[in-house]
């Protein structure tokens, strides 16, 4: 039995919902693995901020620092106008988010975006434009516009700054170049090079990365606006996507129309010594409390965190399969299903195997 500390970040809204969901799901498929989890929920995010003053507390860094894992929901309040967003900055709940990533070093986040076989019709899309879809979006996480400085917001004025440094492109470089020969060998780079010198440098950068160390990966450019058009109109003609912060924030998103609901879309985020697993949603205040998130996003973060994080493949093969099969048979409302989370968690356990074929290899666990 091989056992793992897992910290556990619920967030707020559909956070706790979909967190929920997941842990039930693992629950199950623990003994079936041959593996244990021991759950540490810690305070995160507006939740976090009205008990403890921070969205992230100290305690909550250093528990998930010290687990082998972090699983998180989203944390977050409404859009609109809302006491968590009337905090100065360094207090807001996304800043608690932004602090994570950074205290654990994550900065390669990986997006996978597939349609699978036998679900096309879930795409508002064209079946025939959907079908095939199974890409990667590489999204540097601890760089660019999101943290560079000068930053502020006055009265008659706003900035913030986009930089990159060479060892944060080349690193993400290489963690795209090395996921594509794991894939079909092809990388495209992301950036606005035409406009903006900060993406002139990251076109730069890829090609000397790509020139000294990955001649057998076929690369190609596109800038973001058309990268944006042709994620949608022909998203089978991607396998690798690497860009920066903010385009793989927003291009991600936009690939959730693909598999047809944000609520599907999975990551891991890693590079740093404990991996954060969490879905690329956020928390939905809108459908919060009435039993309707689509926890499947969530779930494939788990499968993604016992496929890295914990050396299970068996078991993220496992559960991956029963959330493909149980969206296949009936998914939730935002995928045009009739089932709620309760319903639709129930279907993923009902489809765990009894028993894996083996239980997972005693092997090391590694991030
Ligand atoms: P959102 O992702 O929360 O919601 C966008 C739309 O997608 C909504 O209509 C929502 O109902 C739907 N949706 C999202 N997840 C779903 C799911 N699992 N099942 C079914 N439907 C789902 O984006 P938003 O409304 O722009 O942001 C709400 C809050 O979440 C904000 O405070 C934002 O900052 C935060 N946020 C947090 C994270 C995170 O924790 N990593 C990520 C994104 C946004
Ligand atoms: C995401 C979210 C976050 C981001 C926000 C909430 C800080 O949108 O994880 O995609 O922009 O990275
Ligand atoms: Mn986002």
Known sequence: MRRHRIAVLKGDFIGPEVVDATTSVLEALAPRAGLAFEWDPLPFGGGALDAHGTPLPEATK??????????????????????????????????????????????????????????EHLSPLKESVARGTDLLIVRELTGG????????????????TDVYERFEVER????????????????TSVDKANVLDVSQFWRDVVVGVHQAEFPDVALDHLYVDNAAMQLVKAPTSFDVV???????????????????????????????????????????????GQGLANPTGTLLSAAM???????????????????????ADDPTRDLGGTRGTAAFTAAVIERLPARLDGVEAPAGASA
Request: glycine share 12%; hydrophobic share 50%; charged share 15%.
């Open 62 to 119: 250093a528990g998930a620092a010290a687990a082998d894992a972090v699983l998180m929901g989203s944390a977050g309040g409404p859009v609109g106008d809302h006491p968590w967003n009337r905090v100065p900055r360094p207090l807001r709940v996304e800043s608690g988010i932004l602090d994570l990533r950074r205290h654990l070093g994550v900065y390669a986040n990986l997006r996978p975006v597939a349609v699978f076989p036998g679900l």
């Open 145 to 160: 516009i999101y943290f560079g400085k000068p930053s502020s917001s006055g009265p008659d004025r706003g900035v913030s």
């Open 172 to 187: 993400i470089a290489r963690t795209a170049f090395e996921a594509a020969r794991l894939r079909r060998g092809r990388v």
């Open 242 to 288: 690497v860009t920066s912060n903010l385009f793989g924030d927003i291009l991600s998103d936009l690939a959730a129309v693909l598999p047809g609901s944000l609520g599907v879309l999975p990551s891991a985020s890693l590079g740093g010594a404990v991996g954060l697993y969490e879905p690329v949603h956020g928390s939905a205040p809108d459908i919060a």
């Open 305 to 327: 965190m016992l496929r890295f994080a914990l050396a299970a493949p068996a078991a993220a093969d496992a559960l991956e399969a029963a959330v493909k099969g149980a969206l």
